[in-house]
Structures are given as structure tokens and as C-alpha cells.
């Protein structure tokens, strides 16, 4: 095949969802609509954490970075796969796919580190609770999240300069809705060994250890939970995990499904529709899942609607 380096090649193709031409003009209406949902929710629960004294908390310290993450992580794909199909114009420039890409594993890198943070500030609060306030103070919080920050930045600029020395084919056209580094390594002439192992150890340290963190966690929660005598104890403390349990299971349970056990049958449509769930659907889930399961987020927007009605007055 022909082979062009990254200085020729000019752009790629996003083939994008695999839906039919008379059907776009609803599926755009459809991803707008979900991309505006998990924008103002996510932004809706960082207003209430910052204006609710009552949320000042580590919990919803983590939360707040949940939902900042989760909006840029929506921002990174959907505006261009809705301007793709408005236009119909499916070309993005090479500098604009690798950025994407970077900030697309930037994101997604986020995402896991906050969800074990999340994690283990539960697991203090169930198995450690006296000694909570002293645990996860201010220090501890800010630094694991800064630690995030660090090491999604490290991984997500370790992919993108490692895929930047690569050359790619005449074939330019990704099979997927955004650029992803999968499709992007297939379409290339280069060895990608290194890449492919970039990618086996990164997954190693950014997916896999933080979900043996996160199921340790809930197994010493779990094994408390069955220590304590009352119902009411049980109650409190599943309360207190349901929400990110519920989180985690669906954003760990999509992708292990497309990554880890993909079926040996899997064709592209398929594998980009699953990719739709943990990039567009959870995103626009959580908002709702802490809102609705828990007491506090609605009692701080009650007190927010409240305060509103007061002043229009």
C-alpha cells in the first residue's frame, strides 16, 4: 500500500455511526439533546456542590471533578460527530484527530483514577468511620486528584508521540465516530509494537489495577456491611455506595465488555455502538444517578430552587 508519513497526510475520515442518511436529521436531534442533558447536569451538580455548604465534603469534592471530567470527556467527541453529520462533511484535520485523541485518553484516564478515588474515600467512610475526618482531609483529597490530573497527562502525551513518529497508509478512512487509537494504529504502514505495548502496560496501570482498587474497596465494604447487626446500619451504608457502585458498574461493565471479552463475531457497527455507551451514555447517566439516589444533591437543589423563588420575589 501506499505510504504517507504525518507531515503528508493532511486528514482522515470519520465514517462515523452506522446509521442510514434519511435517518440523520433524528439521530442528530437525539445526540444533541443527550449532549446538552449531560452538559447542564454535569455543570448543575458542580453549582450545587460549590453552593451548598453542606456538600463540602470529600465525597463531593471527588464528585465535582467527576463532573467537570465528564463534560470535557462528552465535549471531545459529540460536537464534531454532530457537526459531521449536519455538514455531512466527515474530514478532520491530522492535527485535530490527534488532539482529539489525546484528550479523548485524557478524559477517559480521569475518569478511572476519580472513580478509585471515589472508591477508597467509601471505603473510609464504612470500615474506618471515627477516624474518617482525619483520613481523607483537605491535603489527601487534593493530592489524589492532582495525582490524577498528572497521570492521565503523562499516559494520554505517551500515546500521542508514540503514534505521531508513525506513518500511515493511503487509506485514511477511521470506521469509527471519533479518532480513535485502535483505528488510528490499523490504517498504519510502521511497526506498531511499541504502541502495542504502550497500550497493554498503560492498560495495565490506568484500567485494570484502578478496578482491583475499586473491587478490594467494595469487598472490605462489603465484608463490613455483613459485620453490622441492624438493618438500619445496612441501609445507611449502601446508601452511601450506591450511587458510585452504580456509576462504576456501568462505566467498567461496557468497557470490559468491548475490550476484554469482545466476541469473535464483533463487526465494526457493533464495537462503535458499544463504544456510544461509555462515551455518550454514562456521561449523561451520572447526573441523574447522584441526583436521584441521593439525599443530599436533591436536598441542596431543593435549597437552591428555594433561594431562586426568593429572590425573584
Not at 484516564?109 to 472513580?115: G, P, R, S, T, Y
Not at 463504544?275 to 437543589?301: C, D, E, K, Q, W
Amino acid at each position: 500500500m501506499k505510504r504517507e508519513n504525518q507531515s503528508s497526510m493532511s486528514e482522515f475520515l470519520l465514517l462515523g455511526l452506522p446509521i442510514q442518511p434519511k435517518q440523520q436529521g433524528v439521530f442528530f436531534a437525539l445526540f444533541l439533546g443527550v449532549y446538552l442533558n449531560t452538559v447542564l447536569g454535569n455543570l448543575l451538580i458542580i453549582l450545587l456542590i460549590r453552593l451548598d455548604p453542606r456538600l463540602h465534603t470529600p465525597m463531593y469534592f471527588f464528585l465535582s471533578h467527576l463532573a467537570l471530567t465528564d463534560v470535557s470527556f462528552s465535549s471531545v467527541t459529540i460536537p464534531k460527530m454532530l457537526i459531521n453529520m449536519k455538514t455531512q462533511d466527515q474530514s478532520i484535520p491530522y492535527a485535530g484527530c490527534i488532539t482529539q485523541m489525546y484528550f479523548f485518553l485524557f478524559f477517559t484516564d480521569l475518569d478511572n483514577f476519580l472513580l478509585t478515588s471515589m472508591a477508597y474515600d467509601r471505603y473510609v467512610a464504612v470500615c474506618h468511620p471515627l477516624h474518617y475526618s482525619t483520613i481523607m482531609g483537605q491535603g489527601l483529597c487534593t493530592l489524589l486528584v492532582t495525582v490524577s490530573w498528572i497521570l492521565s497527562c503523562a499516559n494520554a502525551l505517551c500515546h500521542t508521540l508514540l503514534l505521531t513518529r508513525l506513518s500511515f497508509c493511503a487509506d485514511h478512512s477511521i470506521p469509527h465516530f471519533f479518532c480513535d487509537l485502535g483505528a488510528l494504529l490499523k490504517l498504519s504502514c510502521s511497526d506498531t509494537s511499541l504502541n502495542e505495548l504502550a497500550i497493554f502496560t498503560a492498560g495495565v496501570a490506568v484500567i485494570v489495577l484502578p478496578f482491583i482498587c475499586i473491587l478490594i474497596s467494595y469487598g472490605c465494604i462489603g465484608t463490613t456491611i455483613l459485620k453490622v447487626p441492624s438493618t438500619k446500619g445496612i441501609c445507611k451504608a449502601l446508601s452511601t455506595c450506591g450511587s458510585h457502585l452504580s456509576v462504576v458498574s456501568l462505566y467498567y461493565g461496557t468497557i470490559i465488555g468491548l475490550y476484554f471479552f469482545p466476541s469473535s463475531n464483533t463487526s465494526r457497527d457493533k464495537s462503535t455502538i458499544a463504544s456510544v455507551m461509555y462515551t455518550v451514555v454514562t456521561p449523561l447517566l451520572n447526573p441523574f444517578i447522584y441526583s436521584l439516589r441521593n439525599r443530599n444533591m436533591m436536598g441542596a437543589l431543593e435549597r437552591l430552587l428555594h433561594r431562586a423563588k426568593v429572590l425573584s420575589q
